[in-house]
Structures are given as structure tokens and as C-alpha cells.
């Protein structure tokens, strides 16, 4: 006892000596950070909330007049920050064409959209939070950050936290679904796996919380559309992912395209100045989206350049990403006393914090580095990591008859599909910068993990897409084309089992990517239904950045494998998953619908005043269609089989201060080892607001061998059931509450107590 009551006091006191350093730290920043704004001049202030793209080649003169205005800024310390140049060269030499012209010499920052990986390309985000691994999505960003800091980059606009319920919406595949608990870990996660313990460390990115907010929510899955929500709706839903990476310490956020309630984001006093800089006395840099300040004008709410500037400044826009609105407007605003100059200084203040936190003062070649770029980009460790995140992100959908893992007795295979050897689509898109037709394809990963004597045989049957791809331009997908058909039928035929490879194209899902239909696109579904005409023992491997129709596939194919896009490691995934060296155990971070008309979708949704009976005549649900989802959040099966028990509670209420824990048994009935996520959920049955049907409030991924069995506990408590109420403040109303344990947000034990 007296060991470990000494341990922990050396404990305390190096953790107070930590704080107190840290503090002192902050201090002298701030004093260093006034000393420069003494000296600066009006234009350099602004120069620093100016951020430009690189639209030329750094190393050698401006290609236009448009560019060169933009060299002759860099020169002259008029640009704060710029995003896309990439390269150790590149930022070396913009870097440079800073350092020796300018009067003041403040650093650059470098930033990039480095999303779900830099050049080793990790699984989209949207999959990866299938794994429902924190410590795993920590580390794959820790990596990011390291390839990208090997580059030249020390600003990473990741990760986007948007609350997202409608598959037709692009951007979804760059989240992490429809839940607010869940999102607000995996934001923290990432933040941590960026930023590390140390900013100033060669390794560490500042990563930007993003988009603040409400953007995941706009109308019709229409991207940069109208989002229309109440006070409680966005207190209760969209903001606590943000409030979490603002505790969490992200060094800067970024606002969004939309308008929330009639004002765009970026001109939103509330969101920016009032809450985030108020309230939660956030002190990080807040950058605009692309333009976003110069969208103001279309939006409406500014006729020019000088009042979209006010509008964005006094909200709370720190930084211009490429709208060069900044620049030709706060001069003036400032001079004619439009606008308070104490705005502007704290913008500045805030961009100069975060360039001395990375501490690019001390060093502004941080990131330039050779030798780390050679070592650390496309390591071997990078790729064991990129594997290990693409089997966990894998979710089992089917598995009829326990068709997978595929049996010994399987001697003859048909890999049929437009993606079965695609080495591009699993690359997803944002991929940063990833090589081309680089990523390990279905086909192969089969042939690495098939065992020997298995005869493989290939069939693309059909193109997907025709023309160019890319992130700039609009895919033309193949309507007509059914020549390969003839081939592909042939040889499923032939064959033992089917594997059909189908699904999206990595262009058809990210931004500006919306769709009306979430089915199979092209000819997609004639060739499936070609396949399953000749061979009905078919497991189907889905790559797609979104949740997709599947409603056909559910009643008529034996086996589904979701494997999003998953990276450079996809076909070797997917292929230790099919021979059974890996057991996969990842849940659906979104609701996967019945078809396109029941979106927007989410499992959290509220009761109606006539509540959710079912009836011969129901007004809670459509006509021609159920209302749950085909695949609900939360859902994924395994190869084994897991029993829950009944909750038990060790006690049936508790007040303020207080607790109840709640605990199942959790036991593998299977006959393989195997992870389980265990959920726990909480119904609020009355409050002074209407509430969820049910809400995510705790989880935790165990293993478990053959025959063993686990008790898992959860701990409910005040803060637990604390709200955003009528009252518009946090708390916990006394009442009934139901709790929910089981392996999806569907299947479930429940109990019920009281807290008073």
C-alpha cells in the first residue's frame, strides 16, 4: 500500500511539473505573439489570414499574371499559409521565397487534405470506423501525420465529424456515419493520432476539426446545400462530435459551405464567435472553407467582397482559404473604422499561436527533411498497418448456410466483376498522395491467400466507368456495354462459387459526389442477375463508399461481404477474410436502407405521437416499404455465433452523484475465436423535449475463444444521461430510462431504472 501510495504521489507531482512547464510554455508564446503584433503593419496582419493554394510549380517562375500576384504576396510576407504544395523540394524552396524576402520572416505553414492516408492509403474513414477500433484509427493517423510531416506538410484539414444520415450524400464516405457518441471518440482519436503529445515534434500535423457544422446534413443529400435544424437538433446532434475535438485540444477547426437556418456557416456568430470561441473557450485557428468567404455572395447575405469580409471576420473566420476576399477587403474596412481591428488581431493572433505551437518559429525547415521523407513514405510498417486496418474495417452483411469462410471443398473459383482487379477504386477518393493503380486488387489478394490446387478463373464482364477519372470530373458510367457478359456467365458456370466483385467506382462517393440512386450502377445489376442464373453459390464483395440498395442481393445472394475501399492493402484484406485467416468483426457505423425512399435513415430517430405499432393501416411507416433499415447501425456478423445474457443492474435507481452498472455475459458459441463489439444504448423515456428511440452510449470490442464466456460491465451515470433540454442548457431530468445491450442497435437485452 505505502508503494503505491508513494508511486502515485511521484505520479502527481511529475504531472503538476508537466502542467506548470506547459503553462509557462503558453506565456511566453503569448508575450512573443504580442512583441510581434506590435511590429507588424495592417497589411501584414492580413497577410497572415491569407491562404493560397499552390496553382503553379513553386520551384520556377509564375506560369501567369494571376500567379504571379500570388509569388510577389509570398515574397513580400503578404500569405500566412498554403495548401497543395507537397514535397520536401516544394515546401523547402515556398518556404524559402518567404523567409528571405519578407520584412518579418514568419514561417509558413504547409497544409493538405491528408484524409485517410498521405501516400500508404488507409481504409476511407466511413470504413475504417466500421472497425470500431479507437486505438487502431489513432494509430493510422499517427502514421498520416508522419508521412505527411516527412513531405512538408504540418496541417492536415481531417478529421470531418459531420453527423451524416443520407446515403446520396458524397461526403459521407469521409465521415463516420450517423452517431454522435461514436463520431466524438473517433474525432478524438484521429486529433490525438495527428497532433501526438507533442505539436513541435517532427512527426506531429495539426489536424482541423471539420465542418463547423451541420454540413452532413444538408437537404436532399445535396451537397454544399440548405440544412435546416433547430436549436435542440444541433446541440443534441451535430455539435458534440466538435465540442469533444475542442476538448480534445484539435489546433484548428474549419467551417462549412452550408447555411444552418438562413446563415451560412462561415457568417454564423453563433457557431464560431459565441460557442466554440465562447463558451468552450477554444483559442485554435478557425480556416474557411475553400472560398466559402467569397460564397457569401452567392449565398446572398453579402453584395461584395467588403461585406462578405465583415460578415465572415466578426463571425469568427480566422483564415481566407483561396477566397482573396481578405486581402482586397480588411484594409479598407479597418481604415474606415467599418470594422473593429481588435477582430482582426485576434485572428492573427490565433494563426501566429499556431505556427509557434508547431514551432515553426524555432525551426521553420521542421518538415523539410530528406532523409525522413525517404525513410518514412510507403514503409514496410506503414503497409502492415494499412492490412491490419482493412480487415478490421471488413463487415460481414451475409452469410447464409456459413457459405464463408470458403471450404476446402471449393476447388474451382470465378472472380467475375468490373473491380475484381481494379488497383485503383480501392484507393478511394481523397487519397492524398497516393501512386496510381497502386493498391493490391481483389484478384490478387485472392491468388496471395487461395490455398494451392484452387483454379481461379477471371472475368471483368464489363466496364464500370468510361473516360477519365478523377476527383475534378464527372464520371461517365457504362449504360449499354454487355459484351464481356457472355464470358463472365461461361465461366461462373463452370466453376465451384462465384466471387462477384461490384459496387462504386472511388469517384462516384466524396465531394460533389451526391447520387439520386444508391444502387449498382452501369449494368451492374443485369450482370449480377446474369451470374445468379447460372450459379447461385456466389459471395458477393462490395467496394463502395457509401451504403447501397441491396435489397435484391439480401433476398438472393447467399453471401455479403461490405468492404468499403480500403486502401493499399484492400485485396489482401479481402482475401485472408474469404479463406478464414482472418475473422472479421466489424459493425456498421451507418444504416444501410432498403432502398433510396427511406432516406434520410438513422436508427436514433424519435417516435411520433402515434407511435410505432405495427398496424393493418400504419402512419408511422410507408406503404410499400418497411421501415427499419435492411442492415441496421451497428450490425455485423462473424464466423462464429455470440449468446448474450440479460442485463442485469446492481441496482434499479440512483440520484445525482451516483451510478448504476450494468453488466451481460457475453459467451462464443461458435467454433472459432472471434471479436464482439458489445453496445450499450439508453432510452430516455420522457423528457422535456422529445427523445431519441434509442442512443449509442457505450461499446467495447472483446475476444472471445470457443465455449468462453465474458462478462462485460458499463458503468451509467449522470453525465450519461445528461441532455441539451427545453431549458437550453446540459443536464440530467429525473425519470425512466431503458437500457439496451446487444450486437447491434437492433438486437438487443433490455432493463429499465429510474434516476431521481
Known sequence: MKIKLIAGTILCVVWSGLAL????????????????????????????????????????PANDAYNQIKLDNLKNGLVGSMLNVTGVKNTREAQRLNLENSRLKIPLVFAYDVIHGYKTIFPIPLGESASWDLDLM??????????????????????????????????????????????????????????????????????????????GLAEGGRDYNTVNIGIYELNNSILPPFKAAAEAGSATFMNAFNELDGIPATADSYLQRRLLKGEWDWDGVMVSDWGSIRELIAHGVAQDESQAALLAMTAGSDIDMEGRVYEVALKNLVEQKKMDIALLDDAVRRTLRLKFRLGLFDDPYKYCDEEFEKKELYSKENQALALEAAK????????????????????????????????????????????????????????????????????????????????????????????????????????????????????????????TDIGFAGVQD??????HKVNKNIVMVLMNGRPMDLSWSDENIPAILETWLLGSQHGNAVGEVLFGKYNPAGKL?????????????YYNHKHTG?????????????????????????????????????????????????????????????NLKGEEVVQLYLRDLVGSITRPVKELKGFQKISLNPGETQTVSFKIDEEMITYFTKNQKWEAEPGEFKVFIGTNSRDVQEASFHYQ
Open 21 to 60: 512547464a506547459q503553462n509557462q510554455k503558453e506565456k511566453e508564446i503569448e508575450t512573443k505573439i504580442d512583441s510581434l503584433l506590435s511590429i507588424m503593419t495592417l497589411e501584414e496582419k492580413i497577410g497572415q489570414l491569407v491562404q493560397y493554394s499552390a496553382s503553379w510549380d513553386v520551384t520556377g
Open 138 to 215: 489513432e494509430r493510422t493517423a499517427r502514421v498520416a501525420a508522419a508521412e505527411s510531416a516527412a513531405s512538408g506538410i504540418g496541417w492536415t484539414f481531417s478529421p470531418m465529424i459531420d453527423i451524416s444520415r443520407d446515403a446520396r450524400w458524397g461526403r459521407i464516405m469521409e465521415g463516420s456515419g450517423e452517431d454522435p457518441y461514436l463520431t466524438s471518440l473517433i474525432g478524438v482519436a484521429k486529433i490525438k493520432g495527428y497532433q501526438g503529445d507533442d505539436l513541435t515534434s517532427k512527426s506531429s500535423i495539426a489536424a482541423s476539426a471539420k465542418h463547423f457544422a451541420g454540413y
Open 392 to 515: 478490421k474495417s471488413i463487415v460481414l452483411l451475409k452469410n447464409d448456410q456459413n457459405i464463408l469462410p470458403l471450404s476446402h471443398t471449393v476447388k474451382s473459383i470465378a472472380v467475375i466483376g468490373p473491380l475484381a482487379d481494379d488497383k485503383d477504386s480501392p484507393l478511394g477518393n481523397w487519397r492524398a498522395q497516393a501512386t496510381p493503380n497502386s493498391a493490391v486488387s481483389v484478384l490478387e489478394g485472392i491468388k496471395n491467400h487461395a490455398p494451392k490446387g484452387i483454379k481461379i478463373t477471371y472475368a471483368k464482364a464489363a466496364e464500370l466507368s468510361t473516360g477519365e477519372r478523377s476527383f475534378l470530373k464527372p464520371m461517365t458510367l457504362n449504360q449499354t456495354d454487355q459484351s464481356g457478359f457472355a464470358d463472365a456467365v461461361k465461366k461462373a458456370k463452370d466453376a465451384d462459387l462465384v466471387i462477384l466483385v461490384v459496387g462504386e467506382d472511388a469517384f462516384q462517393s466524396g465531394e460533389g459526389r451526391s447520387q
Open 526 to 531: 443485369e450482370l449480377i442477375s446474369e451470374i
Open 589 to 601: 457505423p451507418v444504416s444501410f436502407p432498403r432502398n433510396v425512399g427511406q432516406l434520410p435513415l
Open 610 to 670: 402515434r407511435g410505432d405499432e405495427i398496424q393493418e393501416v400504419t402512419y408511422t411507416s410507408y406503404r410499400d416499404s418497411d421501415r427499419d433499415a435492411l442492415y441496421p447501425f451497428g450490425f455485423g456478423l462473424s464466423y462464429t455465433n455470440f449468446k448474450y445474457s440479460a442485463v442485469k443492474l446492481d441496482k434499479t435507481s440512483f440520484s445525482k452523484g451516483g451510478n448504476i452498472t450494468a453488466t451481460v455475459q457475453v459467451t462464443n458459441i461458435g
